[in-house]
């Protein structure tokens, strides 16, 4: 009888022994598990890629440019437009040197009132072709009331002393250029070192309206 329940004990403590240990696997299994996760983890972080952003070789200063931009406008600003005498003038030395040929108007050769017609034209004055019909347009003008941007006439032939046949442009300070037939070519003489054109100065037509403006002389 004792033998008999000695071992029914015995059953039930390892039976007891069993669930017992059914019961706690699972969590150590969970445990474990955490183990490994947290052993997954890998124990070096790896450094993160860094992009290299290069500067372009050439910035723009916007600072500069609003300087530039402010500088522009104040010369504008200061700007003061090329009068039409001055032009003509600068128009007219251009061809200094240029072969006079008679009856030629250019672009290479001129004679004299080709050569007035050319220049005059180029700031917008349009003048008849020969020296004596130029010599009818505009304001007539006294040898003293010369200024510059005159045309200038002058009778040059013993036959005819009052008949126009020759004309220039007043440059100012006694100057005048013209295409000359003497010295065959555009040049530029002073009337107090040349007598001969003093002395055959016919008078002087204005036809530059406020020095400005350009009034058509056909």
């Not at 406008?73 to 437009?81: C, D, H, S, Y």
Request: proline share 4%; with cysteine; glycine share 6%.
């Amino acid at each position: 009888m004792l033998e008999g329940k000695v071992r029914r004990v015995s059953l039930l403590i390892f039976v007891l022994l069993l669930s017992a240990c059914s019961q706690t696997q699972p969590q150590v299994s969970k445990v474990l598990n955490k183990k490994e996760k947290v052993t997954s983890i890998p124990t070096s972080i790896p450094t993160p890629t860094v992009l290299e952003v290069k500067e372009p070789k050439e910035q723009i200063c916007l600072t500069k440019l609003s300087l530039s931009s402010k500088q522009s406008v104040i010369q504008e600003e200061n700007w003061v437009p090329l009068k039409v005498e001055d032009e003509i003038e600068w128009n007219a030395k251009e061809l200094l040197g240029h072969k006079y040929v008679w009856g030629a108007t250019g672009p290479v050769n001129y004679d004299c009132s080709g050569f007035t017609r050319k220049i005059f034209a180029d700031v917008g004055i349009h003048l008849p072709r020969v020296s004596r019909d130029q010599a009818t347009k505009g304001q007539l003008v006294s040898f003293n009331e010369l200024r510059k941007g005159d045309l200038v006439f002058f009778a040059t032939k013993r036959r005819y002393p009052n008949r126009v046949t020759h004309v220039g442009i007043y440059l100012g300070d006694g100057n005048f250029i013209h295409a000359s037939s003497g010295v065959k070519k555009i040049v530029i003489f002073n009337f107090n070192q040349k007598e001969y054109y003093k002395k055959h100065f016919l008078w002087g037509r204005r036809v530059i309206r406020d020095n400005s403006h350009v009034a058509s002389a056909i």
